[in-house]
């Protein structure tokens, strides 16, 4: 089931209200999420995987093409699929080519419009018009901070899946394997203590992970595009990065329920949004020109 929205629309929010569990890091700052993270639900009668998907938006370098791609790859093959609507910004609706796509799959599309706790009125009662007209589809009403109609959505949503056996084991709550949480909690700490271009221009890669140390141990790089991005991230005297290492080191903690040493280095990888072969060492699946 794939979560799909504009970026900073609340997808990341509602995936891990929906699950329970704080899998997918959450920020005040659009295009937090750059792949997808897949979070399972399971209960006696059902088994739902969602996948959060970055945001939909217009990608202006390689990057952003590639966190499309992920998101439109999600729409259509999922078994159903959920537009996540922001009344705070009732105007930044999906672009064009995803609004076709959403229409063509209109029998599997659900729609929510978020963030209804502080949301205007009108704005709600605008983007419920604009679901009903544009996609044919009435919109629920859900916050994914306070919970409000999360879990009747999470019924309407377990009720139109298909049948079938489950697909992992019943205490599983999650998919990617635990180095990628830990690289995703040290972005996310990145993204809350730095401003400006930083957080957009970082991306982290472990390195080492040692389960079995007491504590457990972890070497993670954050690369940055460019030398002058660097020192702005390691602080006078290394400031930045030891109060950066202790946010994340207590996001890991609390994640992996025990110690953990975590070592971090700084590293410049130029220019690494717009290069396949950087994105690519990165891991991230990077779409054909």
């Known amino acids: 089931m794939a979560l799909v929205g504009r970026p900073n629309v609340g997808k990341s929010s509602l995936l891990n209200a929906l699950t329970g ?16 993270v897949v979070g399972i639900f399971t209960d006696d009668a059902t ?7 970055p945001g939909l938006l217009e990608p202006s370098y390689l990057l952003q093409r590639s966190m499309l791609e992920a998101a439109t790859t999600a729409a259509r093959e999922a078994d159903l699929v959920l537009l996540l609507l922001d009344p705070l910004r009732p105007e930044e609706l999906p672009p064009e080519d995803s609004v076709r796509l959403l229409q063509a799959r209109a029998d599997a599309l659900f729609v929510a419009i978020n963030k209804v706790d502080v949301a205007g009125p009108a704005d709600v009662e605008r983007l419920e018009r604009w679901s009903e007209e544009v996609l044919g589809r009435p919109a ?4 994914a901070r306070t919970g409000e109609g999360v879990p009747e959505l999470r019924d309407a949503l377990a009720a139109a899946l298909p049948a079938s056996p489950f697909l992992y ?12 949480f830990v690289a995703e909690f040290v972005r996310e700490a990145v993204f809350e203590l730095y401003e400006e271009e930083i957080p957009y221009a970082t991306v982290v890669k472990v390195e080492e992970f040692r389960e079995a140390a007491d504590p457990v141990y972890v070497r993670a790089t954050i690369f940055v595009e460019r030398e002058s991005q660097k020192p702005i991230l390691l602080g006078r005297g290394g400031a930045g990065i030891k109060r950066l290492g202790q946010a994340a080191r207590a996001k890991i903690e609390s994640f992996l329920g025990t110690r953990v040493y975590l070592d971090l280095w700084v590293k410049v990888l130029p220019g690494w949004r717009r290069k396949r072969s950087a994105l690519e060492y990165l891991g991230y699946a990077v779409p054909e020109e």
Do not use: G, K, Y
């Open 47 to 53: 088994q739902m995987v969602f996948v959060d998907t």
């Open 140 to 143: 629920r009403r859900v916050s």
């Open 169 to 180: 084991p019943a205490d599983d709550v999650a998919v990617q394997p635990v180095r990628f």
């Open 21 to 36: 569990e704080v899998l997918s890091i959450v920020t005040p700052r659009a295009q937090t999420t750059r792949e997808r």
